[in-house]
């Protein structure tokens, strides 16, 4: 029994609010249930050094959490002079999960900032940042496609990310905060919306895990991002 | 005639959401207009180190912005690896301006740490940050008192702050970004709900201003004040 | 009764040592009795990068407190590896204020750097240095205008700076360090030789002020200041 | 056809060399083809101040790479002053899956420091960490266990790590430097002697891979991974 | 011909100013010709963490330099947000010296922290640092004898530092900045009241320098060490 | 006796293995005994802003300790966010040593680095650095030479290092660190082919040290470099 009551495959309510904040070309406060991020994506008209005069753009991604989204406060990343490994991890995540669905050279020499600003943690704040992003992202194309006149569209496709893992010798599906803080496996899983893996990363935390294992939770992933998938699908409306 | 059609001693619409997160003992969101802020109050069950052993509590402030509260995107100061001198003088003012009515002896060896943080800024951001911050601190003493059996209330009064100037040659109330980026003068003043001054911060920006000129400036102050005052008390229900 | 044993509206005695070291275009040892700051102006010719192209101007200033200025040690902020908040606060503020009588279009695209160096702490070496510095920055602008055959002077009027507060419930001027750090409030005032103000800044330390005695504290500066601007003139020679 | 001749399922040959330097209780030179790192371990008779008085102890990693052990040289990171983000990435991996292995209590209350400093990068240099380090600190455990009069061995069964990945449409098994930086698809896998998972990071770079090139990587992973800790039980005389 | 004018083993005047600063324990502006630099010794009752219960006392030194005490104004360090290595060095060199005339077990467990900041620059900052330091560090000495009651000086000898160079072929004592800036050599000694070698740095700059350089190079520096530690004695009226 | 049972004048054996590792184009593990460094010299074709279009060369080094190449762990310094001012030091000392045989207009404008990264240490470690860095800078110059069709040779002469002291009142070659640790004296020279000086840094630890003394270690130094220079001429096939 799951202590949120949910069935092993069952997500939380998942919900996108598209415009949260009025200056970002794209701005999504995503919800996960009790997990909620704020997501922009910015456009800007230049690209990292390393990669001027190719003609090609870049996706690149920050997070961060505010200081009291969690139980008890954090220190502030800002004062405390720098971002701690765990975030450069997820923001690292974040930026090379999107590119995924990028083409650099439809996007033209130019620069997609995604932000993630987690302002209530409950666990699986990457796989909602991820997830809420794509949306943000989807938002500021659009607007970028109309002002600058692009004619291809640079993201190809979906991508959305969800947790699996293993709770009390169960595989079970978007884990919460207390499932997640007491997992023996935990697994972060990004695909697209031809059900192709992005990334998998996964843990043990407490006791090794089976081939069997993995392929149960990432049965329960394939579901999960599905519905994710379908769930953007209805806010952006595509088909 | 000001760009968003106010009058000169009209305040924009300013609106209290209460628990707007769940972990903080105190959470408010607070909006000035298009200007929001998140403010939570949280209680630390100890005091920096220099105070400790001597009975009494400290409230201190952190101020932030996500990376895209703004009209072009600002570096996110956690990767950047410090605070801009901007940034630590608004929450110096914060933290100053609320231990004003705080009575620390009544608080007890504990600390309350306010975290402001921007998620959409249209001017006034330090003001409204500290008035919604005094909401927040009052939700986290009234749990704390309850929590803890404190017999007095260590908060005594209220307080809230406002900012004027002078545009277009003309002293005005809550200067929204337009405003603000084009005034002659501005002046961030926080006040107590016994009409009298905590903090006074004018700056000319581009021409001196003169003694009359400060005396509209501050009577606007007053009248934003008491309106603020009368807000927060209508939300936390006081008389 | 203060400290001191000086009248409620007297200052300490004031001198400025012109060319007090040899490098700097301007050069002054202020001192306002016993607290003591080396103001120099570096005239750079190139402005930040943000700047360039524009044909203006700029004026920047930093300050610093040798670590036995002050009663006890303080830790050198070079190896602490930043700058303090109050560091930031007052080298923002001198700035500020030197931009203010400065027409940048005058000046040209050049900066002055304005660095002001605390060797003895005895209250006030933000207003200390404001008054030395317009003195070092007036010297290294007659140096400039000889050397670059500038036709119109850069700098418009003078300006100083001093402080006031409310010390045993009375209006005082120019606080030294036994009544600043007992002070109920205290303010920090720069004006113009046109008696306008360019920054006010008022702190209630114990108690909040009223209306009144803010009316009292802006007299006493006013007194102050047009003090200072007459010493400045007679070190000058101006008339 | 592989850059070097190698069938698919091949790995590089790998050398571990002990005692490689003589201050650490444990140290390794490990090699895989033209990948070489030296991993130490050392017994701290400490913990982490959040962990003290638990009667537990821990497993901590740092990693590095000397400035010239890639084709062109790096920063420095102790110059730069931070480390970057794959540094960090990469030394929690080591530190996580080790401690995958480690009792904490019967460790008692004292620390094991990995650290993995590559001196020649030919791709693979997290995975050949791993796997050396796990001989380096089971060197390092054993002579704790005679100094100390430990009871019971600290590390339960090995484990080891290897990547796979898809390069040029095929999976193959322990990429090397022009096959990582080419390839479609990177997988870094680490396993215990039980044939378990303790990680599994598999990063899309060029398309999404499909749930068929999952398991086969996985096959190729699991080969490889046999052979390392038979590789690693031959050099401790294990059986 | 030295640019000075000066013969080529004539010192600069030398001048001690006791007492220049009031709060330091010992406080002295010492002048090297253009040299320029307060000299502070500070007594702290206590001693860094890994020197405590020892029953010894310690001496370390920072060194500093006003940003516009050289020609062209140089970065400060506490903006910048670290020491150069060029200071870093200084500051140790200037400590290590000083330890060497200090008996640990008489100080008793205290530190003596001593600082150096040049006000005004023309070559051997570092020499006159260490000169000055030592008569700043006396009288920090004698007033702690007082008050705590020490039976024994902890201080045993004198001490003082001089450069000397080769400079158009010539040996030459205590270098100018012209001289500095053009040497072949360059080379600083620090010596005791008992003509013995505390530390001597040379540095070939332009060409290599012989065995005999090197002896007329010490003659040189031992000839104005005595006529520098005369001058400490005259000033600190020791025979 | 000397703790090795060496004679006062013996050097440890020392071993340069050319083509240590792959990518440098300069190599060397050096050791004096089992003091081990690898030094490599990298090319790179451009210099410092600093020093651009002057059409000369730079020559730089840095300096690294394995946190474990030392009896009991040293931090790290990367993940402690700055090098030590003792790591800085010696980076500086490698540097300046090598620049005083390169012609920097023959080098052309490019820059050789050169990194020492001790991977075990007993004492002399900057010394054996300095001595392994020539041989490894010898290398990639003559590659440079051939890949860029040099025609004069950018070094002249060859340069070695090794330390002397004073140890249980007898002067010594070649301190290991037993020796290093307890020395009364500990200085470090650097030498040329031509038997003159390029650095001579003394220290007195324990007692200053007089003239005697000193001369009797520079003739230790004298006989221990010119051992060096040979063991260099003969790996390097000089004649």
Same mark, same amino acid.
């Given at each position: 029994?799951?202590?949120?009551?949910?069935?092993?495959?069952?997500?939380?309510?998942?919900?996108?609010?598209?415009?949260?904040?009025?200056?970002?070309?794209?701005?999504?406060?995503?919800?996960?249930?009790?997990?909620?991020?704020?997501?922009?994506?910015?456009?800007?008209?230049?690209?990292?050094?390393?990669?001027?005069?190719?003609?090609?753009?870049?996706?690149?991604?920050?997070?961060?959490?505010?200081?009291?989204?969690?139980?008890?406060?954090?220190?502030?990343?800002?004062?405390?002079?720098?971002?701690?490994?765990?975030?450069?991890?997820?923001?690292?995540? &974040?930026?090379?999960? =999107?590119?995924? $669905?990028?083409?650099?050279?439809?996007? %033209? #020499?130019?620069?997609?900032?995604? /932000?993630?600003?987690?302002?209530?943690?409950?666990?699986?704040?990457?796989?909602?940042?991820?997830?809420?992003?794509?949306?943000?992202?989807?938002?500021?194309?659009?607007?970028?496609?109309?002002?600058?006149?692009?004619?291809?569209?640079? &993201?190809?496709?979906? =991508?959305?990310? $969800?947790?699996?893992?293993?709770?009390? %010798? #169960?595989?079970?599906?978007?884990? /919460?905060?207390?499932?997640?803080?007491?997992?023996?496996?935990?697994?972060?899983?990004?695909?697209?919306?031809?059900?192709?893996?992005?990334?998998?990363?996964?843990?043990?935390?407490?006791?090794?895990?089976?081939?069997?294992?993995?392929?149960?939770?990432?049965? =329960?992933?394939?579901?999960?991002?599905?519905?994710?998938?379908?769930?953007?699908?209805?806010?952006?409306?595509?088909?």
């Amino acid at each position: 029994m799951r202590p949120s009551g949910r069935a092993n495959d069952e997500m939380r309510q998942v919900t996108f609010t598209r415009d949260f904040t009025c200056h970002a070309e794209g701005s999504v406060l995503v919800e996960f249930g009790n997990t909620k991020v704020i997501c922009t994506a910015s456009i800007e008209e230049n690209v990292p050094g390393w990669m001027r005069g190719k003609g090609k753009g870049w996706v690149t991604a920050e997070y961060g959490m505010l200081p009291r989204s969690t139980h008890s406060r954090m220190r502030r990343e800002a004062s405390g002079g720098k971002q701690s490994g765990r975030t450069q991890e997820i923001q690292r995540l &974040i930026g090379r999960s =999107l590119r995924a $669905v990028v083409d650099m050279e439809a996007l %033209g #020499e130019r620069q997609i900032m995604i /932000d993630c600003d987690v302002i209530q943690a409950d666990g699986g704040t990457r796989t909602a940042s991820i997830t809420g992003a794509y949306v943000a992202m989807y938002d500021a194309v659009q607007k970028l496609m109309k002002k600058r006149g692009l004619k291809r569209n640079p &993201i190809h496709g979906q =991508l959305a990310s $969800v947790s699996v893992g293993i709770y009390n %010798g #169960e595989p079970v599906l978007d884990l /919460d905060y207390p499932e997640d803080s007491n997992a023996e496996t935990d697994m972060n899983v990004v695909m697209n919306s031809g059900d192709h893996f992005i990334e998998v990363q996964g843990t043990a935390e407490g006791h090794a895990f089976t081939r069997t294992e993995m392929n149960s939770m990432l049965d =329960l992933a394939e579901k999960g991002i599905r519905e994710l998938i379908a769930a953007q699908s209805a806010v952006l409306n595509l088909d």
